[in-house]
């Protein structure tokens, strides 16, 4: 079965410092992974996905995430954080045929002025 | 930008009664699906829907829940019977997926479902 770890509950950066959140997968097999965020009140919001063409993918807002099998990792990465990115963020990996996706336990990200 | 809406976006309910929560996916999109999140929980799935069929079902969407696309554009989850623990957000979500393309899932803002 497929599953998604994240690794931290909470993280907490000051504005225009990189951004790092982290997941890992387990699929067996070759995986579909997805970020996606979610502001206060507002539904999930997709940020960026892999699909098995370039292993690093760029999503919207400067976002970014680097598959790497031999490490079963889907980081997100952002150079320097705005006070607008505060939210919580989920990685999501999808099962063979896309029928369900499976939702890490979600990072909320605080950023400080 | 097209997107998914979901209504209510708040619904407060007495326990045993029955609840509808409406979605309208994105127009062109053919794969419907109902997650929740329970307070404090993972976003968990419950439903996918095409082809006027569900494919697929989690453990959690027991005889108590339907799912229905009345019409061309409405999406439908029911809880016949609510229980206290049925308190939750509830997401609709809808794919274009085409083989491997389009492959992601939107989103709508979710339904806070209450259960008093």
């Known amino acids: 079965a497929q599953s998604v770890t994240q690794l931290d509950s909470h993280v907490s950066v000051s504005e225009g410092t990189p951004v790092l959140l982290r997941c890992n997968y387990s699929?067996?097999?070759?995986?579909?992974l997805f970020w996606y965020v979610q502001h206060p009140n507002k539904g999930l919001q997709l940020l960026l996905k892999?699909?098995?063409?370039?292993?690093l993918v760029k999503g919207i807002n400067g976002f970014e995430a680097e598959f790497k099998k031999s490490e079963t990792s889907f980081h997100l990465t952002k150079p320097s954080a705005h006070m607008s990115d505060a939210a919580e963020y989920f990685c999501?990996?999808?099962?063979?045929?896309?029928?369900?996706?499976?939702f890490g336990s979600g990072t909320k990200l605080n950023v400080k002025p | 930008e097209p997107e998914v809406t979901q209504t209510p976006s708040h619904q407060v309910t007495q326990m045993g009664q029955e609840v509808i929560l409406r979605c309208v996916p994105i127009s062109n999109h053919l794969y419907f699906y109902w997650y929740r999140q329970i307070l404090g929980q993972k976003v968990e799935f419950l439903v996918s829907?095409?082809?006027?069929?569900?494919?697929?079902k989690s453990e959690i969407f027991d005889d108590q829940f339907s799912v229905e696309r009345p019409d061309g554009s409405n999406f439908t989850l029911k809880i016949r019977s609510t229980k206290l623990e049925d308190s939750a957000m509830y997401f609709c979500?809808?794919?274009?997926?085409?083989?491997?393309?389009?492959?992601?899932?939107?989103f709508g803002q979710g339904t806070r479902l209450t259960v008093v």
């Open positions: 979500a809808s794919s274009e997926r085409q083989g491997l393309e389009n492959t992601e899932a939107f």
């Open positions: 699929s067996s097999y070759s995986p579909s």
């Open positions: 892999y699909t098995s063409a370039a292993t």
């Open positions: 999501v990996v999808s099962d063979y045929n896309f029928n369900k996706f499976y």
């Open positions: 829907f095409y082809n006027n069929e569900i494919s697929e």
